[in-house]
């Protein structure tokens, strides 16, 4: 079945250190995005991208880097200048960025700082 | 500024009784609304898309109505069952190639 996944499930992260996130999707899909969920907020985009070799900041970037280098790909890295990484994110995939065409996202990892 | 509110933040209901979950949008002019179903410490499930054409979406027991000019959205859940306890999250595409989600309602429903 196509779908998206995401490892590792949990994460720890030792201060001073990045980390990647891996998301791998078999939906064909071109766009991807990275949210990050916090407790009692909605989930807030990190980044995204629309088509292989192309990506752009969301709403909060700072402190995270992503690549798109394969279709199927978009590892995310937290960096050591992102100030509060402890949350659970979350990769989502859709056909196209265009608007009209739903998500379908992954099963999340958490990350925590030690 | 494009926001999306979901009221209450916690809803508990007895087993079989039907259910609405509400959700609404600052802004009339969306390409469409997704209901989420979250499990916890678990992804996002989809549950409904509705476009901005459209003015229900119905999926099982599950029905999702669309009203652009109130900005509103709501989730019906017939015949509620115990599996059916999760937080509902509504995401709104205003056309600027984002998700923008409410913070969700959790659900319980009481055996």
């Known amino acids: 079945d196509g779908g998206i996944t995401q490892s590792p499930k949990y994460l720890f992260r030792k201060e001073g250190q990045n980390v990647t996130l891996s998301c791998e999707q078999n939906l064909n899909h071109d766009a991807m995005y990275w949210y990050r969920q916090d407790p009692g907020q909605g989930l807030r985009l990190i980044y995204y991208?629309?088509?292989?070799?192309?990506?752009q900041k969301g709403d909060i970037a700072e402190g995270y880097s992503v690549s798109r280098e394969k279709k199927e790909s978009f590892p995310l890295t937290v960096t050591s200048a992102q100030k509060n990484p402890t949350a659970f994110y979350l990769c989502a995939s859709s056909i196209y960025a265009g608007a009209g065409y739903g998500y379908t996202f992954g099963s999340g990892t958490r990350l925590t700082v030690v | 500024k494009q926001e999306v509110t979901q009221i209450p933040a916690a809803l508990s209901v007895p087993e079989g009784e039907n259910l609405v979950l509400n959700c609404s949008f600052t802004?009339?002019?969306?390409?469409?609304l997704q209901w989420f179903r979250q499990d916890p410490g678990k992804g996002l499930t989809s549950l409904l898309l509705?476009?901005?054409?459209?003015r229900e979406q119905t999926s099982g027991r599950l029905n999702a109505s669309l009203d652009k000019s109130s900005g509103r959205s709501t989730l019906y859940i017939a015949a509620s069952q115990p599996g059916d306890s999760a937080t509902y999250l509504c995401?709104?595409?205003?056309?600027?190639?984002?998700?923008?989600f409410g913070t969700g309602t959790r659900l319980t429903i009481i055996p």
């Open positions: 991208s629309q088509i292989v070799n192309d990506f």
């Open positions: 995401a709104v595409n205003f056309g600027n190639e984002k998700l923008t």
């Open positions: 509705i476009q901005s054409s459209q």
């Open positions: 802004d009339s002019a969306i390409y469409n």
